[in-house]
């Protein structure tokens, strides 16, 4: 049969069978990175062990105070915030902190961040050389905190992702029956200049918390104190703005994809350009990929714009496909092979459009 076909239909079979293990071998590694990545986060800490209780903490908000315990009406304010790094988890928080209490445990000095990271790089700066004595006999002290914070983040929704930035504060000398840090909500917040550079702040909320841990800490149960301790945690809620997903990250990815679909419009007879548009537009998605990928931490999830990539690869690689089948056809040269091609590569457009928009829609809103 190899033998009747003209040089030019041989060298379009050749041309054709060297671009198969290629496009095997792409349809392989999705599969494998699909397979190996789908999990979401809660999926994949699901599957894991539970952590031991020797080794873990847990945050409870504040039940109620005892009698006994000393409260300190506690606010935060934040001023700045900049070098928010999701690929280190970390961010810097510039704030003011105030305490006003009565009582004779001083609640700043044994204070610490619990989240806090690089100790030696965190600052105080108080507002008063010693607590100011207040009309009603309450002490009152306020100071300016600057420091770096650790954040995990969580990207499965990733650019459409929101986050919650918190600084956690606790006393790490007396236990909750000795010293409560009570929420100030009236005067608590953030600065109107505060901004995030790519990100919106959306709201802010403090808290009053019960923080237990299950440890001695190596204390016989004899002379180990309470396990649970007092702590007020601040947060803020930011997200990305849907404007940097549109336009900086979806908008590129389907111009490509329309740029592959061009090899449905062009005659049937352009075997080469056809198999060629979607192979190069499969290329420069692999390169855009990249480009946004390596901005990310490394984690063993897909974020939502890798499944949104991922429906194009499957997508372009149809089209591929769809234009190697199709070359068959037109090497018989019949007019009703020819109009074969053209209705399907109608059809396809058109499910391919359709595949677009529903698959888009459906990973956004699932």
Excluded at 23 to 31: E, M, N, S, T
Excluded at 132 to 145: F, T
Excluded at 195 to 210: H, R, T, V
Aim: glycine content about 4%; proline content about 6%; hydrophobic content about 45%.
């Amino acid at each position: 049969m190899s033998s009747r076909l003209s040089p030019a239909a041989k060298r379009q079979r050749f041309s054709i069978a060297r671009l198969l293990p290629a496009i095997c071998v792409a349809v392989l590694a999705i599969a494998l990175h699909l397979a190996g990545g789908w999990l979401t986060p809660a999926q994949s800490q699901s599957a894991s062990p539970a952590p031991s209780a020797s080794n873990t903490s847990s945050y409870s908000p504040l039940k109620a105070i005892s009698a006994n315990a000393q409260q300190v009406k506690t606010g935060i304010y934040a001023v700045n915030l900049y070098n928010l790094d999701p690929s280190s988890n970390t961010y810097y928080l510039d704030f003011y902190a105030w305490f006003k209490w009565k009582g004779d445990i001083d609640p700043i000095a044994n204070l610490e961040f619990t989240n806090g990271v690089e100790d030696w790089g965190m600052t105080q700066v108080p507002g008063y050389e010693e607590p100011k004595e207040l009309p009603d006999g309450s002490m009152y002290q306020i100071a300016r905190v600057e420091g770096r914070f650790v954040q995990p983040f969580s990207l499965a929704r990733y650019p459409l992702d929101q986050q919650t930035l918190h600084v956690t504060l606790e006393n790490s000398v007396y236990p909750i029956d000795q010293l409560v840090y009570d929420a100030d909500q009236v005067d608590s917040g953030f600065s109107e200049d505060l901004s995030i550079p790519g990100w919106k702040i959306k709201n802010f909320q403090l808290q009053s918390l019960e923080h237990r841990y299950q440890s001695k800490f190596g204390l016989p149960a004899s002379l180990a104190e309470s396990s649970i301790y007092s702590a007020l945690r601040y947060e803020l809620q930011i997200s990305r703005p849907v404007s940097f997903f549109i336009w900086k990250l979806l908008l590129p990815l389907v111009i490509v994809l329309i740029s592959s679909w061009g090899a449905f419009i062009l005659n049937p007879h352009f075997v080469d350009s056809r198999i060629l548009m979607p192979v190069t537009a499969l290329l420069t998605t692999v390169f855009l990929q990249q480009s946004y990928s390596a901005a990310l931490p490394d984690v063993g999830y897909l974020v939502l714009l890798d499944k949104i990539y991922a429906l194009a690869y499957i997508l372009i690689i149809a089209a591929i496909l769809e234009a190697i089948i199709t070359a068959d056809w037109i090497r018989s040269e019949k007019i009703d092979d020819e109009e074969r091609v053209v209705k399907l590569d109608r059809l396809f457009l058109i499910v391919q459009f359709i595949l677009l928009i529903g698959g888009v829609t459906v990973l956004i809103w699932l």
